[in-house]
């Protein structure tokens, strides 16, 4: 069984400037600057892991998608939306 690890709670704004700022501060790194547009987190039912947001699709991403997984993955480890 997958044991929970607390979370602060966070407004959705929030929740997004921080997984904004890890997108974009990795990509500025490689000296990349294009803009990922990324959506405001959505409620869900408590998952496995005790989250309790899914973020769907980010567009302008292509060739990102591990940046961008690692960044939700952050996000959910350290966030849950305040109800």
Not at 17 to 37: K, L, M, P, Q, S
Not at 41 to 54: I, S
């Amino acid at each position: 069984m997958y044991e929970r690890r607390p979370r602060a709670t966070a407004t959705p704004d929030r929740i997004r400037e921080f997984v904004y700022n890890a997108i974009h501060t990795a990509r500025r790194a490689r000296g990349i600057y294009a803009v990922v547009d990324v959506p405001q987190p959505l409620f869900q039912a408590d998952d496995v892991e005790g989250c309790n947001w899914h973020m769907r699709s980010l567009r302008a991403a292509a060739g990102y998608e591990a940046t961008i997984r690692k960044a939700i993955n952050m996000a959910r480890a350290r966030f849950n939306l305040t109800d």
